[in-house]
């Protein structure tokens, strides 16, 4: 009895946080059945579609973000429906899942990072503790830039070239495969490229090393560095 009323109890405070009101939940009955709650959104855009040209197309962004992110987010909310992430917040589901909901919620996740990361007429260096610390990790900002894209260049297949930091600050450049995300080794991620083909085949073609070098003309260094 106690288990039920305890079920009861997180599901209705579930639906208030959710923003569910009274008068939804009176609705129930006149939902379709298998309607989902759609709990996970993408991140808003903080940009144009085309604000990224000629660097990344307005194309590919319409196409990256509007179709292969959305197909994460979707599928992240239909999988997690009746399982133990299906309250859980997305690191937290990155950190403790496996399988197709670990694919669909860290590619949710990587991709939030990844188009936060740009603005029109970006790119520079970045100031502050950041900068300090890239120059005791890489010794320079140009030496991190160049290991950086190497490591991208030089991951196998689809997945992500990661710089994150541990509890001290301490920074590293990770190269992970499909959806992986440095939260996995318990690192915070700073800034993620994107080496799945999807992300830059329309622009660059084969020419992966080319759109990476490129990708440096956008970041938005206030926006990185707020995560360091
Ligand atoms: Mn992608």
Redesign the pocket.
């Known amino acids: 009895m106690k288990a039920i009323h305890t079920f009861l109890f997180s599901g209705l405070t579930a639906l208030t946080l959710l923003g569910c009101n009274q008068s939804h939940a009176n609705n129930n009955d006149k939902q379709p059945k298998n309607s989902v709650h759609m709990k996970f959104e993408k991140v808003a855009l903080p940009y144009a579609t085309d604000a990224l040209e000629p660097v990344i197309s307005k194309q590919t962004v319409e196409l ?1 973000y509007g179709k ?2 959305q197909a994460y987010v979707d599928n992240l909310n239909r999988l997690i429906v009746g399982t133990k992430f299906e309250n859980a917040d997305l690191e937290t589901i990155v950190k403790e899942s496996d399988g197709a909901i670990f694919n669909n919620a860290g ?1 949710t996740l990587n ?1 939030n990072i ?1 188009f936060t990361s740009f603005k029109k007429n970006g790119g520079g260096e970045p100031k502050g503790k950041l900068a300090k610390a890239i120059n005791e990790q890489f010794g320079s900002f140009d030496k991190f830039q160049e290991e950086f894209t190497a490591a991208g260049v030089s991951l196998f297949g689809s997945g992500w070239v990661w710089l994150a930091k541990n509890n001290s600050g301490k920074l590293s450049i990770l190269k992970e495969s499909n959806a992986g995300n440095p939260l996995t080794s318990g690192l915070t991620p700073i800034l993620g490229f ?1 080496v ?1 083909e ?2 830059y085949y329309l622009d660059y073609q084969n020419r992966r090393a080319d759109h990476l070098k490129k990708l440096w003309e956008i970041i938005d260094w206030e926006v990185v560095s707020a995560r360091y």
């Open positions: 990256h292969h992110h590619q991709h990844y994107d799945w999807h992300s």
